[in-house]
């Protein structure tokens, strides 16, 4: 199974700031990359396909990059809105497994 | 206008069964995976199982041997048959699909909650 990895577990950051959250995948998974906002109480809501592909609707604050083992996702003028948990998930094969989130405070 | 909606949760004892429904609507159920995706209160996102378009199923070691995952093409809807419950499958567990070859989980239920308590 791939394991999935997530740096930072947290973190605290101000309005306008650039956030980066990165994420490792225990083998090669291409760019079967997914990332995930989540709001209390909410399901996920999904922000980037293929790695780095926009989900349609999602600002452009957000962007994700990488291939095979390590990606990463920016958000590049942090907003009062982006207070949330992110999570990474591969889906080069099954299990689909994901990251263990990265929660996202504002100052 | 996609909706998956999640029904068939509630409270059961610890070795009991249950079995949970996403009705989906507004695209075409058979074409593409479909999954089951758990969150246990506080924890993170858990994927739990997935049928794919030619009906081949994949579960999480976690849950596999209890549970069982299926479709009905003809009612669109996904099922979930889990038995042999623990208190640790307690969660709220979402539906989510890809819109398209290529897509993660697009499209997401608005999840039901599985208490497994005595």
């Known amino acids: 199974d791939i394991q999935m990895t997530q740096s930072p577990s947290s973190l605290s950051a101000s309005v306008g700031d650039r956030v980066t959250i990165t994420c490792r995948a225990s083998?090669?998974?291409?760019?079967?990359l997914a990332w995930y906002q989540q709001k209390p109480e909410k399901a996920p809501k999904s922000l980037i396909y293929?790695?780095?592909s926009l989900q349609s609707g999602v600002p452009s604050r957000f962007s994700g990059s990488g291939s095979g083992t390590d990606f990463t996702l920016t958000i590049s003028s942090l907003q009062p809105e982006d207070s949330a948990t992110y999570y990474c998930?591969?889906?080069?094969?099954?299990?689909?497994?994901f990251g263990p989130g990265t929660k996202v405070d504002i100052k | 206008e996609v909706q998956l909606l999640e029904s068939g949760g509630g409270l059961v004892q610890p070795g009991g069964s249950l079995r949970l429904s996403c009705a989906v609507s507004g695209f075409t159920f058979s074409n593409y995976d479909i999954n089951w995706v758990r969150q246990a209160p506080g924890k993170g996102l858990e994927w739990v199982s997935g049928i794919s378009s030619s009906g081949s199923t994949y579960y999480a070691d976690s849950v596999k041997g209890r549970f069982t995952i299926s479709r009905d093409s003809s009612k669109n809807t996904l099922y979930l048959q889990m038995s042999s419950l623990r208190a640790e499958d307690t969660a709220v567990y979402y539906c989510a699909s890809p819109r398209g070859f290529g897509y993660a989980f697009d499209y997401w239920g608005q999840g039901t909650l599985v208490t497994v308590s005595s």
């Open positions: 083998q090669g998974i291409s760019t079967w």
């Open positions: 998930q591969q889906y080069n094969s099954y299990p689909r497994t």
């Open positions: 293929a790695a780095s």
